[in-house]
């Protein structure tokens, strides 16, 4: 049975930092990528990072590049998103997700297994 557990989220003011993780378990996890995506209320879900198999290649949207940065250890099974200089407008539940391959990707529609998601709260 596939899982993939979100941890770290939490209620901070902006300027600070958090560090999602994710703990995945029941396939593979060195074989596949990795993303993390948010969802605001009333909003679509938003691709937020992505990073390969083996860690050698990332893929950040405009709207986080230069303070999230993806990582995962594949020993540990776990993917991390660090969230650096946090906006109000970073508030969403952030989800971690299992891609169907090994290269990065950013639709929603590449990723098959999903965790249950973490809210994350910047207030001003």
């Known amino acids: 049975q596939v899982q993939l557990v979100e941890s770290g989220g939490g209620l901070v003011q902006a300027g600070d930092s958090l560090r999602l993780s994710c703990a995945a378990s029941?396939?593979?996890?060195?074989?596949?990528?990795m993303g993390w995506f948010r969802q605001a209320p009333g909003k679509e879900r938003e691709f937020v990072a992505t990073i390969n198999w083996r860690s050698t290649s990332t893929h950040y949207p405009d709207s986080v590049m230069g303070r999230f940065s993806i990582s995962r250890d594949n020993a540990k099974n776990t993917v991390y998103l660090q969230m650096n200089s946090l906006k109000s407008e970073d508030t969403a539940v952030y989800y971690c997700a299992a891609a169907r391959t090994r290269t990065i990707a950013t639709m929603p529609d590449e990723y098959d297994y999903w965790g249950q998601g973490t809210q994350v709260t910047v207030s001003s």
């Open positions: 029941g396939y593979t996890f060195s074989s596949r990528a």
